[in-house]
């Protein structure tokens, strides 16, 4: 921003604030009072100084002894003379006839306006702020006096500009050159009102023929006033007051027409510096209106232009200054058509044409500023093409989009095919399996029984077999019989019969081993105990009890014969906690529709708007609606009105009203038209029920296509998670990861629940760079590659995952319900002449609910037993949380993959680059340094883009900081630099 503080203008604030202009003599300096009063005195002369808050933060880190310095600085500078003095004077310069004094006429023929302007200046720029304010404050008004001599000294520059160009040189422009003036301009020069004219000529007259006031040179009064005026606006309370005051920019503009290029380049700064403020660039653009006006101008800036394209002497600061404000006149202003006209405007007076001459000046800053100009540029023609291109690749992607959202729907359509034959094939393979298990063990007990017939007689006896046993085995295959067993002999006593009779003796399968302390149940092997070398952190995981493992996945994993394949020195090394070792322990409320005063409505206000609604969308007769509910009718009475009509439908209350109505014969015509409405809708007999049956034929399709594919989903993903063998022995290696952690600790575990899959993500690694999970991807990498793509075998898992058995089986249950009530509607009407959709209806439907039926059932048992498969019970876990984990599990494990990637991308880099910065050679350098130098006049720094200053951001040093930044960086905006490449001025070297 224009208003960011240079270190030349806040270095040049203190040394005006350290060493200001004294105005008396300065004595020896006393000796520093102590911290308290010095910290008093120190803030009394910062808030006289009005400093910025960054540099009174710099000045309040003085120590002790600058600090009184400066106290002493402040408290010696006095001003010469009081703002009145100066107020007093510049008002009988305005109208010496007015002074009955003739001791303040002495003292004027004394002093020039011109000195008297410029000590004024001075005082300005260098007294207390408070002098400042006491000469704005409105008891003196010092700023409407000074607009006001400075307007009557441009009046008469305007009505006799052959006085300063005859006179000597000024006093205040000793490096500046008279140029010639515009004979154009001059030729033009005429007031718009001609009281104006007479009161300037009066003055300018005035000014000519007294001899009691000693006038200074009007050019060097007009400099030295627009000085004063920078001064002014120098400070906060003083730019809001030159901001508000309806003459002050207008006259700063009009000394455009001053002879001196000096103050021209100065009134340019002031100009473009104003027009970063906010509300500033509209003032300016008035004033230029007010200038073309006052000039006699056939365009706006013709005066600006002429004296930058048509100079006799090339003047180097006001070239540069001008360009500058060109520049921001046309490019800081956010409305892009009014800096479309601007731009256009200036190209018309003939900027290009300038342009073109200026490109082969020797200096350095001018190109930067005509660069930032073309920078900031607006090609329209380039626009247009933009704009074109742009509408013809928008109809290009709308075509694609069609085309895409087609083909995304064709394969929609295969997809649920293709879905619905796996799901097919995989009932048709499920039962295969369960025929040829059922075959299977029929011919094992055949086979059984087929060595009953040769055991031998004397059996020794076995504790397998002790006590009673009963086997439900199936019935003998007819023709085939077994004979009796032989008795055995005495010694020992017979084994107890089988129940079955007709089959020969055979032994009951022996029961499994018991665990010790749990009586009943199966013996399961206790899992040692594993010592790491180093503390390792705990895995939070949610174990099963080992009772609970007998039946699912785990029971048919081994994780401790993992433990002499992965490479748990590594795991130790990166997961370790320390270096020590581990012995250490609706309804609208709008304006309610009041019914005619003539029609009476048994009906609430709010009921009575309703069906007025309602009645005003169906576009039907009272009598065609009643035949087309009956007739059960969808293609008179469409789905959209059936539902609209299931909204209204007449309640108990509004029933008993309307037969009480009839009852007491009053006349129907005195009811309203929607009470009448509501009367015939209540002569339908069953009308709730024939609407409910509309409803639901005309959603049944609709319905059943949209459960349909959920539950092939849950289905088709519980089937593949099911029998997936890479995620079971992708859970077994995860299985010895988190015993290896916890075993010394917790102890060993015989399984997890599926939530601890979750954990991996956040259990890290010793130095944060590396989760659980990172580790065992990069185990299962190393050691079992063919795990790696284990989320092949989850089919439609991400797309089960959206849904919500628990819904799905209660619309089927609303499905039933529906269909049970239209076909006791089609019994109670198939005597007389039912209606044939209903009959079409039944005949499409029922077979299409019993495969929906089936459906369900067969996803809700594969879930069952996926869920069961992993320990978990399908009562307390919902599909939708179920197969999230393995989806986020499936996300998580890829996006591990690519950080382990990443990381070994970035070790290799890293490693180039060490070995690319030994290799770099000196001559190199030199190289694009010399190249560096030679660019550097033409490639300028960019800096940041300068945005508009709010009114409450100007501080003291403000405007100074505006004017020395534009010097430092021109304005650029922030698309500038996306155009600079497209937009070439040919031959231009900058």
Known sequence: MGGTASSSSRSSEVGRSESSNRMSIIGPRLPIPDNAELEQRFAAALASMDLPP??????????????????????????????????????????????????????????????????????????????????????????????????????????????????????VDLNGSRASGMASVQQNQSMTSWSLARNSKRYASHRLSTSKVRFGEATDDVHVCIMCLRAIMNHQNGFNLVFGHKQAINCIALSLNHQN?????????????????????????????????????????????????????????????????????????????????????????????????????????????????????????????????????????????????????????????????????????????????????????????????????????????????SVNLPPTPPGYSVPAPPPLPPCAPPPPPFQNAGLGASFAPPP???????????????????????????????????????GTMFSEIDDEKLYAVIDFNQFEEYFKIGNLSFDETYVDSGRKAAPKKEKLSLLETNRLRNVAITRRKIEMSDGEIVKAINGLDLKQLSLEYVEILLRIIPNEQELKAFKEYEKEKKPIDQLADEDRFMMNLMKVERLGVKLQIMSFIGNFFDTCHHLSPQLQAVFSASKSIRDSTKVRKLFEVILAFGNYMNSC????????????????????????????????????????????????????????????????????????????????????????????????????????????????????????????????????????????????????????????????????EALLSKATAKNKTTAKNKTTAAKESRTAVVKEPRGRQRHVLNRDEISHGTLDDLINGLKETPYRRADAMHRNFRHVVPDCPC
């Open 745 to 908: 600790k917790r102890g060993s575990v015989y399984g997890f629940k599926l939530q601890s899959l979750d954990m991996l993500i956040e259990m890290k690694s010793s130095d944060k760079k590396m989760s659980l999970l990172h580790f065992i991807v990069k185990t299962v990498k190393e050691k079992f590659p063919s795990l790696a793509n284990f989320d092949v075998d989850f089919d439609y898992t991400e797309k089960a995952a959206t849904v919500s058995l628990e819904n799905v089986i209660s619309d089927i249950s609303e499905l039933e319900k529906g269909m049970e009530l239209t076909k006791r509607e089609y019994e109670a009407r198939k005597d007389r002449d039912p209606p044939v959709i209903l009959k079409d209806f039944l005949s499409n439907s029922e077979d299409k609910l019993r495969k929906l039926n089936s459906d369900a059932k067969n996803a809700r048992e594969a879930y069952s037993k996926v869920v069961e498969y992993f320990g978990e019970n399908p009562k307390m876990i919902a599909p939708g949380t179920f197969f999230s984990l393995f989806v986020r599990f499936s996300k998580a494990y890829k996006q591990a993959e690519i950080d382990l990637e990443t990381m070994a991308r970035l070790e290799r």
């Open 54 to 171: 960054d540099k009174a933060k710099v000045l309040k880190g003085y120590d002790d002894q600058r600090k009184w310095e400066l106290v002493c600085d402040q408290e010696r500078v006095s001003a010469k003379e009081s703002p009145e003095s100066y107020i007093s004077r510049l008002r009988l310069y305005l109208n010496p006839q007015s002074s009955k004094s003739t001791k303040n006429l002495k003292n004027l023929c004394n002093t020039s306006s011109t000195k008297t302007l410029k000590e004024l200046e001075i005082s300005l720029r260098t007294n207390h702020i408070e002098w400042v304010r006491h000469f704005l404050c409105e008891e003196n008004n010092g700023l409407d006096v000074l607009v006001d001599y400075l307007s009557q000294t441009q009046e008469h520059m305007r009505f006799y500009p052959e006085e300063s160009v005859d006179r000597p040189r000024s006093v």
């Open 512 to 550: 499994p081993p018991m665990l010790p302390g749990f009586p009943g149940a199966p013996v399961v092997s206790i899992k040692k105990s594993i010592q790491p070398k180093y503390r390792l952190p705990i895995l939070n995981w949610i174990a099963m009890k080992p009772n609970d493992v007998k």
């Open 261 to 469: 290029f000096r103050t021209k380049t100065l009134v340019l700064e002031l100009l473009a510096a104003v027009c970063l403020v906010s509300g500033g660039h509209e003032m300016i653009v008035t004033a230029f209106d007010n200038f073309k006006k006052v000039c006699g101008e056939t365009h706006r800036f013709e005066t600006l232009m002429h004296h930058f394209g048509n100079f006799e002497e090339f003047h180097i600061d006001f070239m540069v200054a001008c360009m500058q404000f060109i520049n921001i006149i046309v490019h800081s202003v956010q409305e892009m058509n009014f800096r479309v006209h601007l731009q256009h405007e200036f190209t018309l007076l003939g900027l290009d044409k300038i342009l073109e001459r200026l490109k082969d000046t020797e200096s350095d800053r001018l190109p930067i500023q005509v660069n930032a100009y073309l920078d900031n540029m607006i090609d329209v023609q380039l626009l247009l093409e933009d704009s074109d291109t742009k509408a013809a690749a928008l109809l290009k992607v709308d075509e694609l989009s069609n085309q895409l959202s087609h083909a995304n729907e064709r394969i929609q359509e295969h997809d649920e095919v293709y879905l619905a034959k796996t799901v097919q094939l995989q009932e048709q393979l499920s039962k295969a399996s369960e025929e040829r298990d059922r075959l299977s063990e029929l011919c094992e007990q055949l086979k059984a029984e087929m060595k009953g017939e040769k055991l031998p007689h004397n059996v020794p006896s076995s504790p397998l077999i002790n006590g009673p046993a």
